[in-house]
T-cell receptor
């Protein structure tokens, strides 16, 4: 079962532009994470935001969380061709989740053109 | 050099054969996970384990089996009962408990093709 859903499914931009991806989820969470996956590779953790946080920054990444709307956004500023990848949000669940399992969305495929 | 290794990177099998995918980690992580990834479907959890000799079914466990005899190793067997085994398989691990323990670390994946 998938808890998170990313939007849009695909995003195509020019280098230097900002990229915004959104994630919606269904149940109450402790934290939400964003991961990146280059084609044919494993996922790499980017950033985690806790349920009591509203915004978090890491380099060119900015993540927001709105628990009242059950949604999060990932902003990549000044994008580069090397940012081309799939981006996934992942959530835990406050109730009914054991052993630290995460629930992943289907991902947003970001393409950054030089 | 710490991390998670999966082998092989590409695996080809004939229909009806069982196949075992390897996952090893030297991060001293407690929990390990197996995911399946199909195009447009994201990651789906197959099995997961928190401690040695214990594991739980995920959302799509039918046709798969696992073992956790050592903390470092969590092999996945794709049996002939799995109807559509061709997919990209990802193994992950994480620490349980303590600050910074929520992140999962992923291996490079194994692409299985069954014909």
């Amino acid at each position: 079962s998938q808890q998170g859903e990313e939007d849009p499914q695909a995003l195509s931009i020019q280098e230097g532009e900002n990229a915004t991806m959104n994630c919606s989820y269904k149940t109450s969470i402790n934290n939400l994470q964003w991961y990146r996956q280059n084609s044919g590779r494993g996922l790499v953790h980017l950033i985690l935001i806790r349920s009591n946080e509203r915004e978090k920054h890491s380099g060119r990444l900015r993540v927001t969380l709105d628990t009242s709307k059950k949604s999060s956004s990932l902003l990549i500023t000044a994008s580069r061709a090397a940012d081309t990848a799939s981006y996934f949000c992942a959530t835990d669940k406050v109730r009914g989740s054991t052993l630290g399992r995460l629930y992943f969305g289907r991902g947003t495929q970001l393409t950054v053109w030089p | 050099d710490g991390g998670i290794t999966q082998s092989p990177k590409y695996l080809f099998r004939k229909e009806g054969q069982n196949v075992t995918l390897s996952c090893e980690q030297n991060l001293n992580h407690d929990a390990m996970y197996w995911y399946r990834q199909d195009p447009g479907q994201g990651l789906r959890l197959i099995y997961y384990s928190q401690i040695v000799n214990d594991f739980q079914k995920g959302d799509i466990a039918e046709g798969y089996s696992v073992s956790r005899e050592k903390k470092e190793s969590f092999p996945l067997t794709v049996t002939s009962a799995q109807k559509n085994p061709t997919a990209f398989y990802l193994c992950a691990s994480r620490i349980m408990g303590g600050e910074g323990s929520y992140e999962q670390y992923f291996g490079p994946g194994t692409r299985l093709t069954v014909t």
